[in-house]
């Protein structure tokens, strides 16, 4: 019943330009690892089965991944990503694109000022590593005078 169900609804032609789509998958270069990962999985939703296996998807969207985002996953993985098992990697991916995602909607609320220059996302890294030391750095002084401030103030 169900083979006869996808032939009438989902012919072969049907299929086939569904995985040539998913084979000539890559990501935009204002894409997101995050909005590339909906993408993909988007257009397997949308190929009738029978469908790659888990494995080969897994190989098509690392591939076809931008080589940032490629370094990002082989950095994540401690090595290759592909080196991974199929769940593993795909928990890796889920685990940054959860977290790519969640940093874009919190840039999406928060106003921010353009100006002409970009910055890249190394260079944004930094700036934030810069800001966080530097308020460690004045955390702790203010935690260094508080003894001598406590030893004033006793009778």
Not at 13 to 36: P, V
Not at 47 to 67: A, G, H, K, M, V
Not at 127 to 132: G, S, V
Request: charged share 25%; net charge neutral; with cysteine.
């Amino acid at each position: 019943m169900v083979e006869n169900v996808l032939k009438k609804y989902f012919p072969e032609s049907k299929t086939a330009e569904g995985k040539a789509t998913i084979s000539s998958f890559h990501q935009f270069l204002d894409e997101s690892l995050s909005e590339a990962l909906e993408r993909f999985c988007s257009l397997l939703r949308k190929t009738p089965t029978p469908r790659f296996l888990e494995p080969i998807q897994l190989n098509i969207f690392i591939d076809r991944l931008r080589p940032q985002s490629k370094q990002l996953l082989d950095d994540s993985a401690g090595g290759k990503i592909k080196l991974k098992t199929p769940e593993e990697a795909m928990e890796l991916i889920e685990n940054i694109a959860a977290s790519d995602h969640a940093i874009l909607r919190d840039q999406t609320h928060i106003p921010t000022k353009r100006s002409l220059l970009e910055l890249s996302s190394q260079d944004a890294l930094l700036a934030q590593n810069k800001l966080l030391s530097k308020q460690l750095e004045t955390l702790t002084e203010t935690l260094s005078k508080l003894p001598n401030q406590f030893h004033v103030n006793q009778p």
